[in-house]
């Protein structure tokens, strides 16, 4: 078995300094939050990291505080407090309900946010050891191979799915990410956090080496919002979403002023839905306009071999979702 070395950090700060002294050294760092992927791709050999380092010594960044400018929550929070908490609860259903979504108890005990946003993919063959793009390799076996879970949306030259279920939520509430490096701290909007494999074939954010997701805030959502997360699985608990509908809409009574529509399961970042946004507003929620918006969130899809299963999934899980936030 390889050697490891594990690093506690006293602080979010000192863990950045700790990672970046490591890599200076020759060395691979991985931040481990609640370790629940970390630890299991590094039994696995998927993880190269040689240190680890631990932010479950860091005191700071758990904490759920709702302010003047949104609700504020810190990276190392796990995903029980924040489905727990009652800022979040109030103010951010559609948060609340994907963090209660994922995993198991035992999972959400420990998962932090930041973890589940920096989640590596779940692809198959990558977690088999395949040395395909998310590897480090020049190829994608899953383009021509098992995609029956792979991406419709947004693919090449990975197909992955990003696995998160609260990332669409914070895509659609426009959160801010906090990242803190060994050069300071600098802030960048939900949607700009991820990107696609034809910007960056390996990685799945914009996390610089020895940079850490450290807090996010979400704005306070204007009056008469509502929101949801609607999820589809495969199974009927403990996975992650087939399909996830993040939906945050403004009302005036039943009309839609604005609105955001964001999936998950579906592309290899969490997918906003803009023509859905687009017919929605102005519209009152009816059942023929869900219908329409679920018709709608298929258009530019291209699935794979295996996975057109995935449109009308996506179609009829837009239409719930939406039709679910009507008044009354
Ligand atoms: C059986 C099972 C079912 C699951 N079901 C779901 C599901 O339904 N929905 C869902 O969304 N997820 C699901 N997951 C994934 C689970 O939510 C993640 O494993 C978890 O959120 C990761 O959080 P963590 O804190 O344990 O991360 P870790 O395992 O500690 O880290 C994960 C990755 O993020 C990096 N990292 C950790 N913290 C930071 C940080 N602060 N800044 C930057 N990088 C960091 C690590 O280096 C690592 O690469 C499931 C996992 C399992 C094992
Ligand atoms: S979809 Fe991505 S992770 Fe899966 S085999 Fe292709 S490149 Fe690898």
Redesign the pocket.
């Known amino acids: 078995m390889r050697a490891l070395i594990n690093l506690d950090a006293n602080s979010i700060s000192d863990a950045v300094q700790a990672a970046a002294q490591v890599r200076a050294e020759g060395r691979i760092a991985a931040f481990s939050g609640g370790g629940t992927d970390l630890l299991q791709q590094i039994k696995d050999g998927t993880d190269p990291a040689d240190v680890i380092v631990n932010l479950r010594t860091v005191n700071e960044a758990r904490e759920i505080e709702e302010g003047a400018g949104g609700i504020s929550i810190g990276g190392l929070a796990t995903l029980t407090r924040v489905m727990e908490n009652a800022a979040v609860r109030a103010r951010l259903p559609a948060l609340a309900q994907a963090a209660e979504s994922v995993g198991t108890p035992q999972i959400r005990n420990v998962a932090t946010v930041a973890g589940n946003m920096t989640q590596r ?1 779940w ?1 198959w ?2 977690r088999n050891g ?1 040395n ?3 590897a480090g390799g020049e190829e ?4 021509n191979g098992e995609n029956g879970q ?1 991406a419709i949306f947004g693919g090449g ?4 799915v990003h696995p998160s279920d609260i990332a669409p939520v914070l895509v659609a509430f426009e959160a801010i990410f906090q990242l803190a490096g060994p050069d300071g701290e600098r802030e960048v909007p939900a949607a700009e956090f991820f990107v696609l494999p034809r910007v960056d074939p390996v990685n799945e954010n914009v996390l610089d080496e020895s940079e850490l997701l450290a807090r996010i805030v979400v704005p306070s959502p204007p009056e008469n919002t509502v929101s949801s997360y609607y999820k589809v699985m495969d199974r009927a608990a403990w996975t992650h979403a087939e399909i996830g509908v993040a939906t945050v809409i403004r009302r005036d009574g039943n009309a839609v002023t604005d609105a955001r529509v964001v999936l998950s399961g579906v592309a290899p970042i969490p997918w906003r839905l803009r023509a859905v946004e687009e017919f929605l507003a102005g519209k009152p929620i009816t059942a023929e306009v869900a219908r329409e918006a679920g018709e709608i969130s298929i258009e530019g899809a291209q699935p794979l071999a295996k996975n057109r299963h995935k449109l009308p999934m996506t179609s009829a899980a837009v239409e719930r979702s939406v039709f679910g936030l009507a008044a009354g």
């Open positions: 993919p692809c063959y990558y395949f395909c793009f998310k994608c076996f899953s383009v792979h030259p990975s197909f992955i």
